[in-house]
Nanobody
């Protein structure tokens, strides 16, 4: 069974850091583009960051550029999201998602849109508050 499990969320003060992890089971992440998304109460789910299937390309939402870093370790079947300088507006449930790239020519593609992703984790809560 294909499954994504997020971890690393929690309560942190403004200016603090958290490192989220997304572990895949039931499949290997080698040919998958991985995205991190978040959803705050009353708001739509939004793309935060993504990393291409080959790990070469990354993309970030303007709101997190310079503060968040995405990386992947295919040997551990894991994708990370390092979040620094956290702000109260970063408070949300964070989800990781995956989509398999069908062709080698698409291995460097990135996207922060929700639609292309067809495997989703259950999310981890991040709360930034003093």
């Amino acid at each position: 069974q294909l499954q994504l499990v997020e971890s690393g969320g929690g309560l942190v003060q403004p200016g603090g850091s958290l490192r989220l992890a997304c572990v895949a089971s039931g499949f290997t992440l080698d040919y998958y583009r991985i995205g991190w998304f978040r959803q705050a109460p009353g708001k739509e789910r939004e793309g935060v960051s993504c990393i291409s299937a080959n790990g070469i390309s990354t993309e970030y939402a303007d709101s997190v550029k310079g503060r968040f870093t995405i990386s992947r370790d295919n040997a551990k079947n894991t994708v990370f999201l390092q979040m620094n300088s956290l702000k109260p507006e970063d408070t949300a449930v964070y989800y990781c998602a995956a989509v398999r790239m069908a062709y080698k020519g698409t291995y460097y593609y990135t996207s922060l849109k929700v639609d292309p992703y067809n495997y989703w984790g259950r999310g981890t809560q991040v709360t930034v508050s003093s």
